[in-house]
């Protein structure tokens, strides 16, 4: 059965840096394109942005642009969500998502916390 596993969350400074990483198995990794969304308390679930199956190319929010970055590594079966210049309100929980068969899939999410 499909699995996705977020790690790499935690608590960080305003302007520091973290790396999720979301292993995925039970599916053809390298065949799908890959996302991650967040969920900040009391709002909704946005796509933070995307990787595509095989040319690697990416697409993201207008929020992260330019400070967050998507890799994945087929190899691994894992998509990685570089943060950079975190600012309070990055603080959600992130989630990697996949869409197999036609049906979505969720990892349970890692918390990111951006705090003084």
């Known amino acids: 059965q499909v699995q996705l596993v977020e790690s790499g969350g935690g608590l960080v400074q305003p302007g520091g840096s973290l790396r999720l990483s979301c292993a995925a198995s039970?599916?053809?990794?390298?065949?799908?394109?890959m996302s991650w969304y967040r969920q900040a308390p009391g709002k909704e679930r946005d796509l933070v942005g995307f990787?595509?199956?095989?040319?690697?190319?990416?697409g993201y929010a207008d929020s992260v642009k330019g400070r967050f970055t998507i890799s994945r590594d087929n190899n691994k079966n894992t998509v990685y969500l570089q943060m950079n210049s975190l600012k309070p309100e990055d603080t959600a929980v992130y989630y990697c998502?996949?869409?197999?068969?036609?049906?979505?899939?969720w990892g349970q999410g890692t918390q990111v916390t951006v705090s003084s």
């Open positions: 998502r996949v869409a197999v068969g036609g049906q979505v899939y």
């Open positions: 039970g599916f053809t990794f390298s065949s799908y394109a």
């Open positions: 990787i595509s199956s095989t040319s690697g190319s990416t």
